[in-house]
């Protein structure tokens, strides 16, 4: 028979195979495109989010704590007898690579989803951000209206989140009639029951990349917990790249026939608008945020509350990891790739006549 480190030494082969590999596939997205994003992936995804969708908790985040768990044993064990086994490292190392590229990793490499969807060009000039703005501003203001009959009060979150989890598949039935590649079945979304420490690491959620199951902070502000839950939906589809998950999350809460949503979409897009907006023209900005509903602002002023609560020393290097991670990962901006979504909106509603409601 075939000794440890005999088997541990092939696992190591196999994982300078898997990065030459890796290295070599990602200079095709249409390969990927084609054979994995929209042939291998919806197949395994679906098949995770059928056998982990009906579970009421995170398997996902149970399998992490208990990870970490064995992690911390581990290095415990490596202090005792003062010698690290380098080939049981990698070859763990080697099987999580492996399983992270298969089922769904490969996504990151796939062709641009403004090429699938023609959109023209990313770019966009500080007057078309202006008048962008101005609309999103108008939009929002009204839904704010419509929902609190006052323009002083905050939008209050009526649903639950397994209600919300549940209407956000009526946003992408609805979306999926134009595009069809936005087809979502089986659903599997959750709070993540380790929601505080996302929170302190400055993230909302994010995609379990071994079981299928989009997670939710459960400690979101109220108000961005539909759009959330909207844009990891977007990362289950297998669209990876963070400004597409934004862009498919945000046309997701819109076209849902729930105004919560709605709202909460708008107001997503909103404050990227905004914050964009200040460092290209903080006039504009400063006279923008005049026009914007007392109501809107307390609920921007909530958030922010929310988030500057969590602050904490240790953010800055969780987000300086996760912006790496991205950039490996086929996202040279990193972090910023969230913004990204804004050249995106822009010249979609410039090429499609209003499919973003925005004009009355």
């Known amino acids: 028979?075939?000794?440890?480190?005999?088997?541990?030494?092939?696992?190591?082969?196999?994982?300078?195979?898997?990065?030459?590999?890796?290295?070599?596939?990602?200079?095709?997205?249409?390969?990927?495109?084609?054979?994995?994003?929209?042939?291998?992936?919806?197949?395994?995804?679906?098949?995770?989010?059928?056998?982990?969708?009906?579970?009421?908790?995170?398997?996902?985040?149970?399998?992490?704590?208990?990870?970490?768990?064995?992690?911390?044993?581990?290095?415990?064990?490596?202090?005792?007898?003062?010698?690290?086994?380098?080939?049981?490292?990698?070859?763990?190392?080697?099987?999580?690579?492996?399983?992270?590229?298969?089922?769904?990793?490969?996504?990151?490499?796939?062709?641009?989803?403004?090429?699938?969807?023609?959109?023209?060009?990313?770019?966009?000039?500080?007057?078309?951000?202006?008048?962008?703005?101005?609309?999103?501003?108008?939009?929002?203001?009204?839904?704010?209206?419509?929902?609190?009959?006052?323009?002083?009060?905050?939008?209050?979150?009526?649903?639950?989140?397994?209600?919300?989890?549940?209407?956000?598949?009526?946003?992408?039935a609805i979306l999926s009639n134009q595009y069809p590649q936005f087809k979502y079945k089986s659903p599997s979304i959750k709070h993540s029951f380790i929601s505080l420490p996302l929170s302190y690491m400055g993230f909302s959620g994010y995609l379990n990349p071994f079981t299928g199951e989009a997670q939710v902070n459960s400690l979101n502000p109220s108000i961005t917990y539909a759009v959330t839950s909207c844009h990891e939906v977007a990362h289950q589809l297998g669209y990876a790249a963070e400004n597409e998950a934004n862009f498919i999350g945000f046309l997701a809460a819109i076209n849902n026939e729930n105004r919560y949503f709605q709202y909460s979409g708008y107001y997503m897009a909103l404050r990227y608008a905004l914050n964009d907006l200040y460092l290209k023209d903080k006039n504009s900005y400063t006279?923008?945020?005049?026009?914007?509903?007392?109501?809107?602002?307390?609920?921007?002023?909530?958030?922010?509350?929310?988030?500057?609560?969590?602050?904490?020393?240790?953010?800055?290097?969780?987000k300086k990891i996760f912006n790496q991670f991205l950039k490996v990962n086929g996202q040279p901006k990193g972090i910023q790739s969230y913004n990204a979504m804004l050249g995106m909106l822009i010249n979609y509603q410039l090429q499609h006549q209003n499919q973003l409601k925005l004009l009355k």
């Open 287 to 318: 006279n923008y945020l005049k026009k914007i509903n007392k109501g809107v602002l307390k609920n921007m002023q909530e958030s922010h509350d929310f988030w500057n609560s969590y602050e904490n020393p240790l953010e800055i290097y969780f």
């Open 1 to 172: 028979m075939m000794n440890n480190t005999k088997k541990n030494k092939i696992v190591i082969g196999f994982l300078f195979f898997q990065w030459i590999f890796i290295q070599f596939i990602s200079n095709f997205p249409d390969f990927i495109e084609r054979y994995y994003s929209n042939g291998i992936y919806p197949i395994i995804s679906r098949f995770f989010r059928i056998i982990f969708g009906w579970i009421p908790f995170s398997i996902g985040d149970f399998l992490y704590i208990v990870t970490v768990y064995y992690i911390l044993l581990f290095i415990v064990k490596i202090i005792k007898e003062r010698r690290i086994n380098f080939t049981k490292i990698v070859s763990f190392f080697s099987i999580i690579y492996f399983c992270f590229h298969f089922f769904w990793g490969f996504n990151y490499f796939r062709k641009p989803l403004s090429k699938t969807l023609e959109i023209n060009k990313l770019e966009y000039a500080t007057e078309e951000l202006k008048t962008f703005t101005l609309q999103l501003i108008d939009k929002t203001n009204s839904l704010q209206f419509e929902l609190m009959k006052n323009d002083t009060i905050k939008v209050s979150n009526v649903l639950s989140k397994k209600e919300i989890y549940t209407t956000v598949t009526n946003g992408y």
